[in-house]
């Protein structure tokens, strides 16, 4: 042990390598405060989902569509145990009939609220919003019959609407159709009790509209609607043509889903975002049917169907819609993730402008101290983590820094024999600071900047060491002075 002791004070070899093993080993803590960070965002995600169980989540919107219950009858021959026919059997079947508007627009804005729980900070928006549209006259023969010489029985058709959580609805929508006020009542009649749609609200067709549906003529409709959820909105395009206008002063959306806005301007003000979305490239439509299904209603029932089940439906997938969600500007533990990332790189540069102090002022510094300059950059990464849970995280970036770089330029002062010295390496620091800081802000040039900065610290220290004589160094015993003196 006093060998290598000895080797580290008169080697520099033996320095170096000492050097790279001390920065492999301060990769201990900084893996133990990434796992700290990994901790708090995932207490972050189970806050999301503590509110979004209490409170509403993200929302998924579907409708209106109007669904037209009808009866299939038809007669059947009653055999005895022999086969022989002796009679006639009336059977029957509830269907439901599922009619989309061939004109849908949404008009609304997003307005965005933070919830807490705990220390976390969660994006939820109120939507408010007016839908318009129209479906066109109904022609009953469109509708297939299911058995030979069958007859079919309309019912009083509804307007059917849902969305993922029927809790964010901020009071009853207002419905008017064919001038005739609707009310919405909960879930949907005429579907089995596990049909995913069931679950949302209708609102029969009576009055005017109902008059006006039975003598074949179009009806359009108005619904306001004031919807809670949770980051994203999400609608489905189920209208021959679908447009969407929403505004929202929130100035960090995302956009998703399977179709993407047409057009969309975003300001530190907010977003407009507009969408314009064809029955024709989407199968929305096919997909709200497939989670349509009939429910037993009478006895006389002997099948159960949607007008749609006498096709096979193929695998259609996850529903088709187009999102917007309120991300966060700054998400505090991906950053502090982020950061931690350039920990091993960042606390090599500072060992090795340590070392060439020491190297060049002759000085002579103890692996001790090479340890706690160390674990003082190792600790700044915990600092930024704990601070920017309680402040923006520019202001906790510039805070931990600072108080970094003032730690660094103090000890180095006495360590370096002199406040110039101390000052010019506490200038290092706060530049190797700037520059991580300029990594994390500018995320799609990180790579770049990451790579110019290896770069650029490379050959700066190739450019200072290029006339060294290593050898001549590594045969001096000792250093001229044992301590330095002033700057």
């Known amino acids: 042990m006093l060998h290598f002791l000895k080797a580290l004070q008169t080697s520099v070899l033996a320095k170096v390598a000492g050097l790279f093993f001390l920065t492999l080993l301060l990769c201990i803590p900084l893996a133990e405060i990434d796992s700290i960070n990994n901790a708090r965002g995932e207490s972050q995600r189970e806050a999301a989902q503590e509110l979004a169980a209490t409170y509403a989540s993200s929302q998924t919107m579907i409708g209106p569509l109007l669904l037209v219950p009808y009866v299939e009858r038809w007669m059947e021959p009653l055999r005895d145990a022999q086969g022989k026919v002796i009679g006639q059997e009336q059977r029957s079947k509830e269907m439901v009939h599922a009619v989309f508007p061939d004109k849908l627009h949404i008009e609304g804005s997003m307005t965005p609220q933070e919830r807490y729980r705990g220390i976390f900070k969660i994006p939820f928006y109120t939507l408010n919003a007016t839908l318009t549209g129209g479906f066109t006259a109904f022609d009953p023969k469109v509708l297939p019959h299911s058995e030979n010489d069958s007859k079919i029985e309309f019912k009083a058709p509804f307007i059917a609407f849902n969305v993922s959580d029927l809790r964010g609805l901020d009071g009853s929508p207002a419905l008017v159709m064919g001038g005739e006020a609707l009310r919405f009542k909960q879930r949907v009649p005429g579907l089995a009790d596990n049909a995913w749609f069931a679950d949302g609200i209708h609102a029969p067709v009576t009055g005017a509209a109902l008059a006006a549906w ?116 700054i998400n505090v533990y991906s950053m502090s993730t982020r950061a931690g990332k350039y920990g091993m790189l960042f606390i090599g540069l500072v060992l090795m402008a340590a070392f060439m102090f020491e190297l060049f002022r002759k000085l002579r510094l103890h692996p001790i101290q090479y340890g706690l300059v160390g674990l003082s950059i190792a600790l700044f990464f915990l600092l930024l983590l704990a601070l920017s849970e309680k402040f923006a995280f520019w202001i906790a970036y510039a805070a931990a820094a600072s108080a970094s770089v003032a730690l660094l330029a103090v000890y180095f002062s006495a360590v370096l024999g002199g406040c110039k010295r101390g000052l010019s390496f506490g200038a290092f620091i706060a530049l190797l600071y700037g520059a991580l800081y300029g990594l994390l802000a500018s995320e799609s040039n990180a790579l770049l900047l990451g790579a110019l900065l290896i770069f650029g610290m490379l050959a700066t220290l190739m450019l200072v060491t290029r006339k060294v004589d290593w050898y001549a160094l590594s045969r001096r015993a000792e250093p001229t002075a044992p301590v330095a003196q002033g700057a």
């Open 214 to 329: 039975q003598a074949n003529t179009p009806l359009t409709f108005e619904m306001k609607l004031g919807l809670v959820g949770q980051d994203t909105l999400a609608i489905a395009p189920i209208a021959d043509d679908t447009t969407a206008h929403l505004t929202s002063p929130w100035a960090h959306p995302s956009f998703g889903g399977r179709f993407l806005a047409a057009q969309r301007n975003v300001t530190p003000q907010g977003f407009d975002a507009q969408w314009r979305i064809s029955s024709l490239v989407t199968s929305a439509r096919e997909q709200v049917r497939a989670g349509l299904s009939g429910r037993v209603d009478g006895n006389d029932a002997a099948a159960v169907a949607t007008a749609s089940s006498a096709r096979p439906q193929r695998n259609l997938g996850p529903l088709q819609t187009f999102d917007v969600s309120l991300a966060q500007p």
